[in-house]
């Protein structure tokens, strides 16, 4: 049993903050990278939350990140936000590109943000549900590192490439997920090796391609995919979208530019938002009805949606003021104050 | 083995348009059926291909699908084009709106395209292709009828649900996938169940919701997802954005409203279209070679992209001049002519 910690919600934020600036953050990216460790760690998302610290703090001493650049916001005549995070963290950039986009999807009933030369490390829920808050579906890829083999292949090609949706639901939290596309994420094959405990079967090859249950072959082998040659063929597309389609890295060259010094990955990210006011020709309350009698029907089966573990840990969290982290987690972030 | 027939390339649209007018189709829709066929034909795709004129002639013998119907485009000054196909085949209302959603993907670099009110039989990748053909990635997507469980659940609320892409290869096929979400298609369990054979474990459950690998059983169950939860997720996403955004039904929907009569099932499609130059900045061959680089790092370690087998029927057919269908499939149609 790891002995946690209770945080009030209040000192999610300042221990954020605190660490973020001795590890040589600028305030507006401390701001926005805490803003996203709260989300995180109020829906006791753990391996998002202030876990992260740790990795941005890393990033820092790679010596790559700029902590103090000033993204740049572009919004042309099209339908497209650009936002050149230039070499920063992607966190900031998103955050001042959000209001471009939501006005451009307002606009013209679809738009894309691209996030540009970001170093990424967050979860993509938190940025599609900062749009279906405000009543728009969206859509959100990266691509990461190229740790994961193509269906039928014998080494990493493809990112843990994450595609994320949320939905939009009147007066209810929305109908969200966010999910590797790789059949593992690599921290968990981590946890398996720590453990001591092999691996399933089907979600990791060795060296030389072939199935392994070993942690450790996993780890210098490659991941597969979730799902076959049809998880393979969505991870691609993840590549191409959130890759060459708005002029940057696939994984392949994420993990060429990183070359081994360790921290969150560098490349871009796409997000599509979708209004249904537009859509639907202005009739949304009839078909938010039609969306929810799905929901209805998946729920009165037993089967749930997904998001809702985050959703009640939440109402938890907001409830009783304060959230648990590893008490250990605690002490070294204490310690890197 | 399965006697086939040789059928000269021109013979598979008179064949097509001889049957299609016989069974009650106008000769607009008729040429648009014809031409998805041919397309489907050529790439030897026999689910997709001549095969589908005996659903085309059972849409029409269950009473609801007009066949005459001309669909009427709307292109607003947003960046969606809404093809109502009024209760006519989704092809004719697709073939009359691509030039708008063409014209407005290169004016917005993001475009949508709704189609609403269809009857939809046809594979989603002719379409998609249809954009990548001039220099534009397309993604496309359906709901069909809720054969499909959710993850965790014991009866169907999904459809089989595709989800197809497309991305422009300078000089060469386009990367394309079309799948299913669910594990297998609907058809195959049929094939199943003529053969005599289990099912795989892992693919439908019977009526009170338990495994089953007895093809029957799982046709008056429910199939499953590929994927797990994952998978459940991503064709949610499909209902949601194929049905209640674009103001059409969902996978529920659509079954009862076909309450039993047959044919082809009725509901909407949604095709978003992205063009590489308005995301790229302009550095369109640059990203190019980028895509191309991952595609031969897939290649070369032994990995197949999807479509290819595809792609070399179509190059063999050409050259050829003649494709080759099940003899019995010939007769079928020759006396629907």
Redesign the interface.
Known sequence: MVKMKQLALQEIKSLSLSVLDRAGYGSAHAQSIAAMLYTCQLDDCQSHGLFRLLMCAQTMQAGKIDGHVAPVIETGD???V?ADARGGMSLLAFEQALPSLIEKTR??????L?VNNCFHFSALWPEVEALSSQGL?A?AMVPSHSWV???????G?LGTNP?A?S?PRRSRDP?T?D?A?SGFARGEIELYKRAGKPLPEGVAIDKA?NPTTDPQAALDGAMLT?????????S??I???A?????D??S??SMEFAAGTGGAPYHGEIL?A?D?A????G?VA???A??E??FA??VD??????SQRRFAARARNLARGYVEIPQALYEDLQAMC
Chains 1, 2 share one sequence.
């Not at 083999?149 to 080494?155: N, Y």
């Not at 890759?243 to 002029?247: A, R, T, V």
């Not at 537009?278 to 020709?281: A, L, R, T």
């Not at 089966?301 to 997904?306: H, S």
């Open positions: 099209n339908a497209i650009r606009k013209n009933g679809i738009a894309a691209a579906a859509m083999a193509p269906a039928g292949g014998k080494r090609s595609l949706f939905w109908f997920f999910f596309t391609g979730f799902g076959g040659y049809k998880g393979s063929a969505l691609i597309m590549e191409l979208l890759g060459p389609l708005i002029d890295l696939t392949l060259e599509l979708f249904p537009h859509f639907s020709g009739r009839e078909n938010d039609r969306a009698r799905l029907d998946i089966q037993g089967a749930r949606l997904p």
